[in-house]
């Protein structure tokens, strides 16, 4: 992992009163990103928050605005993982794709809208390069009794 530098990226996101918390380490036995090329692939990340994580299941005991907050939450920590990789947001030239997972009650339809979440907030922060192919899936269960995960693909600079 590199140091970290101030970029335009970065300087938005404090400007937009957002803090790019640390990058954690993984949980198991797999690692937070893979390189190949100008690709980085990214393991999901969790809406782990300074108080704690959010947890629930939509449909039962969440509302679609407290996912919606709980998929922008884990875009923020995986601008965590590649501000740690990259050094700078900056080197981001293309969220490719992102995979987002729901958890909630089998007959909850919504996953599209918590979801945006993660999207509404990549297209804030970079733009065009932010536009992005995206899967939003529903399941019965998350680990830890998390409410969403998300995972992405990221086109990067040299």
């Known amino acids: 992992l590199s140091f970290i530098i101030m970029g335009k990226i970065e300087e938005k996101l404090s400007e937009m009163g957002i803090t790019i918390p640390p990058c954690v380490a993984p949980k198991g036995n797999y690692v937070l990103s893979v390189r190949r090329g100008n690709t980085l692939h990214l393991s999901g990340h969790i809406p782990s928050t300074p108080s704690g994580l959010i947890?629930?299941?939509?449909?039962?005991?969440?509302?679609?605005?407290?996912?919606?907050?709980?998929?922008?939450?884990?875009?923020?920590?995986?601008?965590?993982?590649l501000q740690a990789e990259l050094g700078t947001l900056d080197k981001v030239a293309q969220i490719v794709k992102i995979v987002g997972f729901v958890a909630c009650t089998p007959d909850f339809?919504?996953?599209?809208?918590?979801?945006?979440?993660?999207?509404?907030?990549?297209?804030?922060?970079?733009?065009?390069?932010?536009?992005?192919?995206?899967?939003?899936?529903?399941?019965?269960?998350?680990?830890?009794?998390?409410?969403?995960?998300?995972?992405?693909?990221?086109?990067?600079?040299?």
């Open 55 to 81: 947890k629930g299941t939509l449909g039962d005991n969440l509302s679609v605005e407290q996912g919606y907050e709980s998929a922008k939450t884990c875009a923020i920590n995986i601008l965590s993982t």
């Open 109 to 158: 339809e919504q996953q599209p809208s918590v979801i945006n979440g993660a999207s509404d907030f990549f297209v804030e922060v970079f733009g065009d390069k932010g536009q992005h192919a995206r899967s939003a899936v529903g399941t019965n269960a998350l680990p830890l009794g998390i409410a969403t995960e998300v995972e992405c693909i990221v086109e990067v600079e040299e």
